[in-house]
T-cell receptor, first 110, second 113 residues
Framework: QKEVEQDPGPLSVPEGAIVSLNCTYSNSAFQYFMWYRQYSRKGPELLMYTYSSGNKEDGRFTAQVDKSSKYISLFIRDSQPSDSATYLCAMSAIDSKLTFGKGITLSVRP | DAGITQSPRHKVTETGTPVTLRCHQTENHRYMYWYRQDPGHGLRLIHYSYGVKDTDKGEVSDGYSVSRSKTEDFLLTLESATSSQTSVYFC????????????FGDGTRLSIL
């Protein structure tokens, strides 16, 4: 079993939809959870950074962590065409070495 | 912008030639990382540095070496490039204070023919 599993996609939604992106993991030592957004031919850009279980909201984005189920989610409200990108989940234990999901490509149709 | 510059941005070279990629940061961060990104594999750690002259191996270090002689520069070298090292290479940096996240450069596209 891979340490981090992410829905492979791709995912296509109409503008204005609510998007849910998910990752599961197996390593119970993970305690820092991140979502990165990557546009084509660019580097990953940090979108959300959370520690331990709970929710964190930033504008249209909400990150959710459920450590008991080893499950993290990113919700995008009122999705826009500019949200079209690849989304990567990443997590680390106390050593700060990141383990990434493989990424999911999101397309938001106008 | 995270203050990271990777060079070159694109490179095409032949099997067996040495290749060096450079990562330069202006943030004075302690930690620097080299990753490769391949379809079906996601981002994988090659090597990282936790200070000047302090480096360690990552998940996919075979065939790669690194050096860090200054805080701001982290070099990745392919001593004798192989076609399997064709990839997009990303550098990342992280502050040493607390558990800060990593920030990435825009990558180097390397093709080995």
């Amino acid at each position: 079993q891979k340490e981090v599993e992410q829905d492979p996609g791709p995912l296509s939604v109409p503008e204005g939809a609510i998007v849910s992106l998910n990752c599961t993991y197996s390593n119970s030592a993970f305690q820092y959870f991140m979502w990165y957004r990557q546009y084509s031919r660019k580097g990953p850009e940090l979108l959300m950074y959370t520690y331990s279980s709970g929710n964190k909201e930033d504008g249209r984005f909400t990150a959710q962590v459920d450590k008991s189920s080893k499950y993290i989610s990113l919700f995008i409200r009122d999705s826009q065409p500019s949200d079209s990108a690849t989304y990567l989940c990443a997590m680390s234990a106390i050593d700060s070495k990141l383990t990434f999901g493989k990424g999911i490509t999101l397309s938001v149709r106008p | 912008d995270a203050g990271i510059t990777q060079s070159p941005r694109h490179k095409v070279t032949e099997t067996g030639t040495p290749v060096t990629l450079r990562c330069h940061q202006t943030e004075n961060h302690r930690y620097m990382y080299w990753y490769r990104q391949d379809p079906g594999h996601g981002l994988r750690l090659i090597h990282y540095s936790y200070g000047v002259k302090d480096t360690d191996k990552g998940e996919v270090s075979d065939g790669y070496s690194v050096s860090r002689s200054k805080t701001e520069d982290f070099l990745l070298t392919l001593e004798s490039a192989t076609s399997s090292q064709t990839s997009v290479y990303f550098c990342a940096i992280r502050s040493g204070s607390g558990n800060q996240p990593q920030h990435f450069g825009d990558g180097t596209r390397l093709s080995i023919l």
